[in-house]
């Protein structure tokens, strides 16, 4: 069974730092995916992470794909309160059509 | 405007009732999965459809039930078998087999007391 684990699953951080968010998955997948979720909203797609190695920037966001660790990385550059949101990952199970998602990580940027 | 659609957005129910979610999708997927979210949790699968007239039960399916008579439409039926059906509810589309990406409905937020 594929479990995928998020940490930390809270951060609170000021703006102007920099933090990563890790997704660790337990089983071989090279289908990985972020979504970011706005309180009481649905989720947004971020990042779609499709080989080892794959690296994915957008604006203050980057993620990375190592599938020989088993592991993704959202990092976050000089943080603004904007991005103050619920992100997760997602794998995707080899051989199935479905994804299974981390338990989100809830980031607060402070001014 | 292509999109997945919910409704209601808030749904209201007394304890014992049974409930019936709509989500309808125009971006012609053939894949669609029903999720349940609890305050502060990530997503549990309930139920997911490949193909009209065929779905799989995913991790949480006890007490809920599904139907797809059409492509664009996905409904759930939350039953009141369901010992804790209190959550948001988010259903999903996917393009075809060759991706797992998902993309989501705004979400049914139902409440039953």
């Known amino acids: 069974e594929l479990k995928v684990e998020q940490n930390p699953l809270f951060l609170s951080m000021q703006e102007g730092k920099n933090y990563t968010i890790y997704c660790n998955y337990s089983?071989?997948?090279?289908?990985l995916y972020w979504y970011r979720q706005d309180p009481g909203k649905s989720l947004e797609s971020l990042f779609v992470?499709?080989?080892?190695?794959a690296v994915k920037q957008e604006g203050r966001l980057m993620a990375s794909l190592d599938t020989k660790a088993r592991l993704s990385t959202l990092h976050i550059t000089a943080a603004v309160h904007d991005l103050s949101a619920t992100y997760f990952c997602?794998?995707?199970?080899?051989?199935?059509?479905?994804?299974?998602f981390g338990q989100g990580t809830r980031l607060t940027i402070n001014p | 405007d292509g999109g997945i659609t919910q409704s209601p957005k808030y749904l209201f129910r007394k304890e014992g009732q049974n409930v019936t979610l709509s989500c309808e999708q125009n971006?012609?997927?053939?894949?669609m999965y029903w999720y349940r979210q609890d305050p502060g949790q990530g997503l549990r699968l309930i139920y997911y459809?490949?193909?009209?007239?065929?779905?799989q039960k995913g991790d949480i399916a006890e007490g809920y039930s599904v139907s797809r008579e059409k492509k664009e439409s996905f409904p759930l039926t939350v039953t009141s078998a369901q010992k804790n059906p209190t959550a948001f509810y988010l259903c999903?589309?996917?393009?075809?087999?060759?991706?797992?990406?998902?993309?989501f409905g705004p979400g049914t937020r139902l409440t039953v007391t």
């Open positions: 999903a589309s996917k393009r075809d087999p060759g991706t797992y990406e998902q993309y």
């Open positions: 089983t071989t997948s090279d289908r």
């Open positions: 992470l499709l080989s080892n190695g």
């Open positions: 997602a794998v995707g199970i080899q051989g199935a059509q479905k994804l299974v």
């Open positions: 971006l012609n997927h053939d894949a």
């Open positions: 459809s490949q193909i009209v007239n065929d779905f």
